[in-house]
């Protein structure tokens, strides 16, 4: 089966760390096609980012349709646009933060997000509510570095998650550690070895959750909520996102 | 003051109409410049269209920070892009959804909303949770038409917002019905004399919500989640969207 | 257009104060009638003088029906008789929690409430979950001082505020705050110079709500809930509360 | 031990009636004073009465603490008042709402709660939420009748109540009735024959849970929100409710 | 009338101190009887001991539809197969953490519960929820002792809870304290006058519940959840279990 | 990796029809041992039998661990036992109930249970919640079938799930459908085909997830809630359920 893994941000080099992770997990028959959209933000840090953003991860959702893809990921942690995902495809569409909070469920009973600046704090409360799991996270701890700061230096990446990483433990009595940024993957390992406790990645969850759903041949529901768009013109820059 | 109410789809017929509602309540001193994005769709009818319609809203905002603009109207039921409009700015933003439903509750203890095609509903419910209004809000009643349906038909329009709205009040026992899209504020005066409870427009609440807070000189809060978006670098047609 | 803003509580000085504050932000056309009722606690400081405080608040409403009076306006932080005084009138009428709650929505995404004795906590609470608030406030901080404190000395009160605020928003992380008593306008615009965040006064907020409503010719429902009470018989003290 | 039954409005038929529920379930060694408010409405059918219950109920509570009262009982649906009355005494105080759904949820998983005219729904609301009774409570049926109704034409109360009882198990799949209004006591065990699940009767539930709390010695807890009221003035008619 | 109160541990210590909690409240009337169950673990401190304490539990209270029980108790905090136990008879059966929370609540507004080791506060915490309490509980606090330790070392549980209790009231703020076992009635008068806040013992909570339940002769009701159980077989060492 | 799929209850003909089911999603690597306990009820339709099947389900764990098992699946709606059959292994252990509700939240926004009979729905409400999935609810349909009569009459079943989940559709508006029995898995194509929705089955579910954790390596976490149980002695029937 083939897996597009959409990095909503346009850091390539993002994209190559997500598809590495990507790759690590795969079964032997996957293919991982990773991208970045051809517009759009270098990362993603408030709401502005966000759903500028959805554009370009809407336009490689549309793109799949003719490259043969069987199910896609959105590889940012607050879910860009994938409400919007799923109306355009019939395939499943996953993202990352909801594919690590339902998977921390199945091991965990209670446990914390790691993430990048304050500021992000809030958009991740909503998704976490709603997702229905506000009963679960027991904190939301947030770090002074930015996306590419992780991708510029991991070791100072690894250090601040490690750092916070542990004050989940001791402090919040964290049972699960989420990581809520998708280029954090390298660090999950290393994370779960030293802390004790289960460290999960969302790249690495939503592929599994990826290739389950496709195993099932279970596609996104065309009732209601999801149905395709309904037809209308669209105009500006983003005329070729209508439709006739 | 000056309010910039932005019509988030590009009809401007609808933009038309709206600018006509904000007029027909606003202050003497109040001067309302109503606009549709240069991008976008023709109308908001699911999440696709939702979040496309965001970086024409955002093009908007960022603009009027150039035309003195003091308050901005986002005229969508949905709220599209509202916090990430209140990240470009730090004058106040106000959704039609929020003012809305702000105000319903200052007159009702119960209400419902009536809105287009039945796809909707789900947004609508997401809107309700995240503004804490789960408890007030007895039904989202759907139509079989659509936003420009409204437009061009008002007569049908005007008809089947009455069989919802007398079976709102009659049915759910609601206490004052919100008309949940934008363009429907010229029905608003008719049916409430009609069915004998309170109905709300939404562009006129916020246009009056947002004369209060002007005059109140209150600003976003630029502290944690509204700071202004960090400075980087956005590519292909959102190039203009980044920041040196 | 005449808004009535009824101080619940029968200190004169601090009626004053709080009528200083709405004819500071009122619009010119706006006639600020400020009263205390003629029965009733001096403060408000418990449940106990919250209820007692509602028959001289009912009053006023009562008297103000033939006062020509387009909207109320309760000034005490725990809405008291909110749902009451909307029974008894077709105006408008507003509680200063509720219009500081909405219109600091509008404007933060989180914020804490600041007010007087520890044991006021539990009944703010419930006017917070009661207005579907709970999952943007972050505290309500009380200080060591009552509600005729503030008004007796304002050097230390101004103080106070200043530490619980500076609190709320370094170990809170809030985005805004909440003045969570009537007679604390005086404060506002200090405070919120020295924390840099949105300080709303519910009396403020309040007046330029109702000044939206009327303008909008918006009247409380008389539908279910707020419907005119039944004539019944009402005895001793109260006959006078009681209709043929 | 000595439990007084304040029945809130003022109507002394009905006042008899519930004294005499309450003596049909007391123990030998109990000792039920049953009174109604010197002052205050004939019925409590709306906000308004509800408030304007209280100045009595709270009169009722101060008297008691000088006849030696072991225990309150605050004997209206809403249950007006409760938390001021538990600032005036250390004796416990009890609500027939809150006696009568914790009663029912040790007996039943769901029930449904028959009362008085539509307009009560919303308050009933409020207090079945207060008092975290929300995934408990599937309905709040209202009949045309109004609280003296039931005291005036008995026969036709109880057949109201049949119906909606009967719909309440039928429709609903409740697992016990509770009876939303004071005054319904005589109706539960015939309606309980009838409809074959438990039928609650706030009244007699608040009796019992009386004796059990003051067998037990426990009193109202004076730590924090139940402290005594502060020492204040009051004017007005309400003078005596002030302490010097 | 005769309450049989089944600890759902197998160390009758346990049960004979449980037995004393019972009686020291029990009315003249009233018989207890306390019993460990023939089958299950020696204490409960996880899922694992909680579930399989429940064969036990249920044994006992088949065991009591022939000796003429009227209420049963089940003197465990996380309330051990409580709604299985309803199915099986139609006796009233309480659970402590219910009765406990439904008392405090009657006596306090808000509260924290003291209970043994941190593993167990995840089930305490849906305990909670399942009750509708979570608005209620202000921290669920642990201790190092496991649950015999208390009956071992009553000296140093003694000071646990002491340390804990004083913590929940000036760190929470806490206005009465819960006991979070069942073993725990012992420290509850010492405690209480220590802190100065009722200290509730789920024990004697319900034993007073049932007597007030068993005096109105109310039972569980037979109306859906709580059915009789379909009659089946069952195998192995649970045949007894099954029906023919 | 090996899968023990644990049928709670002891029909082999459904273990083996569950079999059948994980059997036709499993991977080519993966294999399937599907059991029933050695003890406990034919079929589960009340707490009582929810309960009385846990103590089999963890024996079938207990012995799992010397039979290399990589995961476990309890394949019964209610998930009887899961937390505590989490706390007796440290490989995944997965409900069939949360396994199709994270699926299905992948795949619609919106869905319906069909399950079997009505006294059921009290219990699978309260797994919803727990799951935090309230809001994705839309209605848990039951029908007057019992668990063994899909198994003995499977014609009849399919008619009763077709018409169930058509109302679904249809009435409730749902977007897809969950199966809320485990031995339903049969019908689950079918359905799909003829009501155009995706229909879930929570085995088949549970086995790709279980598959996807493995995958990854992932274990339940042993800080805090799902730690080993204690040491400790059971006696009866259940000795060999301690240790030593």
């Known amino acids: 089966m083939k897996i597009k893994v959409i990095n909503p941000n346009t850091t390539w080099e993002m994209t190559r760390t997500i598809e590495q992770a990507a790759i690590s997990v795969k079964r032997e028959d996957t293919e991982i096609v990773a991208v970045s959209p051809e517009l759009g933000p270098a990362s993603i840090e408030s709401f502005y980012d966000e759903y500028l953003a959805i554009p370009g991860v809407l336009e490689e959702?549309?793109?799949?349709?003719?490259?043969?893809?069987?199910?896609?990921?959105?590889?940012?942690?607050?879910?860009?646009?994938?409400?919007?995902?799923?109306?355009?495809?019939?395939?499943?569409?996953?993202?990352?933060?909801?594919?690590?909070?339902?998977?921390?469920?199945?091991?965990a009973a209670r446990f914390s997000?790691?993430?990048?600046?304050?500021?992000?704090?809030?958009?991740?409360?909503?998704?976490?509510?709603?997702?229905?799991?506000?009963?679960?996270?027991?904190?939301?701890?947030?770090t002074p570095m930015c996306v590419l700061d992780f991708e510029r230096d991991p070791i100072a990446g690894m250090e601040m998650l490690r750092q916070e990483g542990r004050r989940a433990v001791e402090e919040d009595d964290a049972e699960a550690i989420l990581l809520g940024c998708a280029g954090m993957a390298d660090f999950a390992n290393d994370l779960e070895e030293e802390l004790g406790v289960p460290v999960i990645d969302g790249v690495v969850a939503a592929v599994k959750m990826a290739e389950a759903i496709v195993d099932l041949g279970k596609k996104t529901s065309k009732h209601k909520t999801y149905k395709f768009p309904e037809k209308k013109e669209y105009i500006g820059m983003l005329t070729s996102f209508g439709s006739q």
């Not at 997000?113 to 027991?138: C, F, S």
């Open 113 to 142: 997000v790691v993430t990048v600046l304050p500021r992000i704090k809030t958009m991740l409360e909503e998704v976490v509510a709603n997702y229905g799991m506000g009963h679960r996270v027991l904190n939301i701890r947030t």
């Open 61 to 107: 959702i549309k793109k799949g349709e003719t490259e043969g893809v069987d199910a896609y990921i959105i590889a940012c942690y607050g879910d860009p646009g994938l409400q919007a995902a799923r109306e355009v495809t019939s395939a499943p569409v996953i993202g990352i933060a909801e594919a690590s909070m339902y998977m921390a469920s199945m091991l």
